[in-house]
């Protein structure tokens, strides 16, 4: 594959890299549910004490999170998004 096709491949308008992000994190925290349940249950009533006291699970959220939401997962859905655009014409988000 030539320099000039990948970089086509990887190129969204604006809009539509906002659009995929929106989507990515979407899934991100529904795949995500237990942790950040975890997490919102270990903080409830806690102020300033949730930094230390719920550390384990804001870890754990954090971790899950990050295996749905980073560069190469965004990327992914770019080449998706762009072969249904060459295959199809206008493809929803």
Do not use: F
């Not at 320099?3 to 995929?20: D, F, G, I, P, S």
């Not at 994190?25 to 997490?39: G, R, T, V």
């Not at 699970?57 to 992914?76: G, P, R, S």
């Amino acid at each position: 594959m030539g320099y000039v096709q990948e970089a086509r491949e990887n190129h969204v308008k604006k809009k539509v890299e906002e659009a995929l992000r929106s989507k990515m994190k979407q899934k991100a925290l529904k795949e995500c549910d237990h942790y950040a349940s975890k997490y919102a249950e270990c903080a409830t009533g806690r102020t300033l004490s949730v930094v230390w006291k719920c550390r384990t699970q804001a870890k754990e959220l954090n971790h899950c999170l990050h295996q749905y939401t980073n560069d190469a997962v965004l990327e992914e859905m770019k080449k998706v998004y762009m072969l249904q655009q060459d295959g199809k014409g206008p493809a929803a988000v």
